[in-house]
């Protein structure tokens, strides 16, 4: 490690200038903060953590409407642990459950699935939230229902494609982003090819890197080298798992139940075609057609500055609300709940 830190500090001074690093990727950050890599990078490397976690760019009118649709008769919501906590305008779906509604935690959609078979007189809703890696696994479940000819399963789509967010901070200028350190998990699924946008037309440097401390700072390594020979390019550092075209039978069974359309993420507002939503033919699955949702007035959590977080433009603790009102057992805002939020791994590693 000693030599890779030695590297980073040569590339540094022939850079003479601040250097903007980003990760999109909730364990990246984690693994930045528990490494304690931003305090060992030299003065003029910067690393900013951007909206990487599902959770915390899920806003909050999505959880309004999901409440409402659990609120329903002979509904079931079925969710990630992690969205329990997460505050909508009126609360959270702990509270909602608190209240008696019926929201049940799972660990994988299948399980949604088995609820639905359990109880075929309910509805079962899942809250399908999460990026590329998460959506194969629900395109599996709906395959699976179809397969199996149950009828009560729904899902409600809140899914994120990775590539247009980035597309949104390139043009964000108060960034001045020099490159990214881009989802391992992500990629394995997508690939590489698909960044190919950010150095071809934002001429940003960009490495694909695995989790380990040793692993970013190879990527930070790779990044500087680019950013010097003024060769900006898309090269993956998570050699064993990440291929140039992705998992092609992954992303086939993604759209063979899904189509691309715009989504809006928490602190960034609607970015077109960054999410997706099941296609026509199965939309006697999707939540959104089956129940009619009235206009609901959602409402941020006063204070909370998760939108500015989420965009590289604040750090947690300069949100008046960090550690004071929002901790990870009271939170605020959506990116205190998940261990992967920024504000989380800042209270946890970064305030030492
Ligand atoms: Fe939002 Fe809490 Fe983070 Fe402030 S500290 S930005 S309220 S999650």
Redesign the pocket.
């Known amino acids: 490690m000693k030599e890779i830190i030695k590297a980073i500090e040569k590339l540094s001074t022939r850079l003479m200038r601040q250097v903007n690093l980003m990760e999109v990727c909730g364990t990246h950050t984690v693994s930045i903060f528990k490494n304690g890599i931003r305090s060992i990078l030299p003065s003029n490397i910067k690393l900013l953590s951007g909206p990487g976690c599902p959770v915390c760019v899920t806003p909050v009118q999505d959880i309004d409407r999901m409440l409402y649709i659990a609120g329903q008769p002979n509904v079931i919501l079925a969710t990630f642990g992690d969205m329990m906590r997460v505050p909508g305008s009126n609360g959270s779906f702990y509270k909602a459950k608190a209240e008696g509604l019926d929201v049940r935690i799972i660990y994988s959609p299948i399980e949604a699935l088995n609820i639905a078979e359990q109880n075929k007189n309910k509805k079962i809703v899942f809250f399908a939230v999460g990026f590329e890696t998460t959506s194969p696994s629900i395109a599996a479940t709906v395959f699976e229902a179809e397969r199996l000819g149950v009828e009560n399963f729904y899902i409600y789509s809140v899914h994120k494609l990775v590539p247009p967010a980035l597309e949104v901070l390139l043009n964000t200028e108060e960034l001045k982003l020099d490159g990214f350190i881009l989802p391992g998990h992500v990629s394995t699924i997508i690939g590489s090819k698909v960044y190919e946008f950010i150095p071809l037309k934002y001429k940003k440097a960009c490495v694909i890197a695995g989790f380990d401390a040793d692993d970013i700072l190879q990527a930070i390594v790779m990044l500087l080298r680019q950013i010097v020979k003024d060769k900006p390019e898309v090269e993956i550092q998570y050699k064993e798992a990440v291929r140039q075209e992705g998992n092609p039978r992954a992303i086939e069974f993604i759209y063979r139940y899904f189509e691309v359309c715009d989504s809006n993420w928490r602190g960034i507002g609607v970015i077109p075609k960054s999410g997706l939503k099941l296609k026509k033919e199965h939309s006697h699955r999707d939540a959104e057609a089956v129940f009619d949702i009235p206009e609901i007035k959602s409402r941020e ?1 006063m ?4 939108g ?2 989420l965009r590289g433009l ?1 750090i ?1 603790p300069e ?5 004071k ?2 901790t990870p057992e009271n ?7 998940s261990s992967e ?3 989380a791994a800042y ?1 946890k590693y970064g305030r030492g």
Do not use: N, T
């Not at 949100?319 to 550690?323: G, M, Q, Y």
């Open positions: 959590p204070g909370c500055q998760c500015l977080v604040k947690p949100c008046p609300l960090f550690a009102i929002c939170p605020a805002g959506a990116c205190m709940v939020g920024s504000c209270y």
